[in-house]
Every structure is written in C-alpha cells, then in structure tokens.
C-alpha cells in the first residue's frame, strides 16, 4: 500500500527553529515535495527533493534519506505568517506523474 | 501571469443532482491534476492527464465520477448523482510535461468547494 506520516500539529515560538518529519511508504519514487497550505488558499511550492541530502531555500530547508523512507522540512526563524498546514507528497514513479499527498502538519506559531 | 483557474468557486447543489467542475491550467502545461480534499486532510488524487489523455484515473472513487479534457488544454470534472460524502474542496493543478515537468512543482488552483445538501 502508499501511506505518507506527519504529525497532525505543532506549535512553536516566533523567531524559532521547527522540523516537521515525514515518512512514506509507497509503492515507487519519484521525488518528494513540501507544500504550505494557508487555512482556505491552494498549496504552494516550497521544496523538492530527489537525492539524498539537504536542500537549502533562505529560510526553508528540506532533508530526504530514500533509503528511510525520511524526509524532514526545517523551517528557521519563525514568523507569524508561517502557521500553515505543511503537506508532505511523494511522487510515484509507477505511475508517472500521480502524487501521494499525506494529511499535513498544522503548524502554529506564538509570539 | 495566469495562473490555474477553477470555476466555480462554489457550488451548492442538492443530492442527486449532476455537477460539471471546470480547470483552466496554465498555458503550456500539459500536465493536469484534480484532487478531493477534505477538511484536515491532505489532497486526495483523483485522476491525471498528459495531454487529451487520462494518463491515470486509478483516484477516481467510483463510476459516477468522470473528467474530460478534449482539447488538451480545459478540464471538467463531472460527478453523477451527487451523493453527501462527495462534499469536499476540489482542487485542480497543472505542471509542466515530461521529461522537465517529472521535478517540477504543480501550480494549484483556488479549488471548487462544492456542498452536497
């Protein structure tokens, strides 16, 4: 079977450091993507990962370890505007181009 | 620039009725998705086109519900019959195609929230 794991919500300060873990179990691979969700708004890119290793975008990184089934995003220096679902999808390599999405992280931050 | 439109935004219908969803992706994006999501849930996938063609529709829950995309540019999702349970958020997306579009993000549209009473 395909299953994606995050954790359902977190919280954490403003100005912190927050990783979000997810792992997958799918049926091929093809790549990783992190997606934001803001409550009522459509997903928007935030980062893709196809090899090993951390991938580094100013604020945002992401981290995947295929041979786990791992991956992590790390979001730094955390702002208001950052509370957002963050989606966690996996593309299938069997089926080209389908995307498995998992259920999201609901992240909260407090001042 | 434009980017994927869905139309409409909302739509209220009773059970039973037949509903059309429409997607407009971004120009020279072959790559089309539709997706379900309900509330605190991830998007669901639903079907996928490369071109004219459903490349794969193994998301689809069952018979009544159906997409098309004659062109190989718009799309429309039809569901038959519309039951309670198919109230949802449906959300559209297009990439560009393969071999560049296989690491390429999708670009999501606002989504049609369509209420089934």
Redesign the interface.
């Known amino acids: 079977g395909q299953n ?1 794991d995050q954790p359902t919500e977190m919280t954490a300060t403003e100005g912190a450091i927050v990783q979000i873990n997810c792992t997958y179990q799918t049926s091929g691979f ?2 990783l ?1 992190w ?1 934001q969700q803001h409550a009522g ?5 935030l980062s ?1 990962n ?1 090899l090993d290793g951390l991938e580094e975008k100013g604020r945002f990184s992401s981290f995947l370890s295929r041979s786990k089934g791992y991956s992590y995003l790390l979001l730094k220096e955390l702002q208001m505007k950052d509370s957002a679902s963050y ?1 966690c ?1 996996v ?1 299938d390599s069997t ?10 992280t609901r992240l909260f931050v407090k001042a | 620039g434009a980017g ?1 439109s869905q139309t409409p935004s909302n739509k209220v219908t009773e059970k039973g009725k037949y509903v059309e969803l429409r997607c407009d992706p971004i120009s020279g994006h072959t ?1 089309l ?1 539709w ?1 379900r999501q309900s509330l ?6 639903l079907i ?1 086109f ?1 071109g004219t063609g459903a ?2 529709d ?2 689809l829950p069952n018979d009544r519900f159906f997409a098309v995309r004659p062109e190989g540019s718009v799309s429309t999702l039809k569901i038959q019959r519309t039951e309670r349970g198919d109230s949802a958020v449906y ?1 559209c997306a297009s ?1 560009l195609p ?1 071999p560049t ?3 390429q ?7 049609t929230r369509l209420s089934i009473l």
């Open positions: 994606i093809n790549g993507f997606y708004e459509a997903p928007t890119f893709y196809v989606l999808a593309r089926g080209g181009f389908k995307t498995i999405f998992g259920a999201g | 994927v790559a998705y997706y605190g849930q991830g998007p669901e996938f996928y490369q490349a794969d193994s998301g959300l990439s393969p579009g296989i690491h993000p999708q670009h999501f549209g606002d989504g």
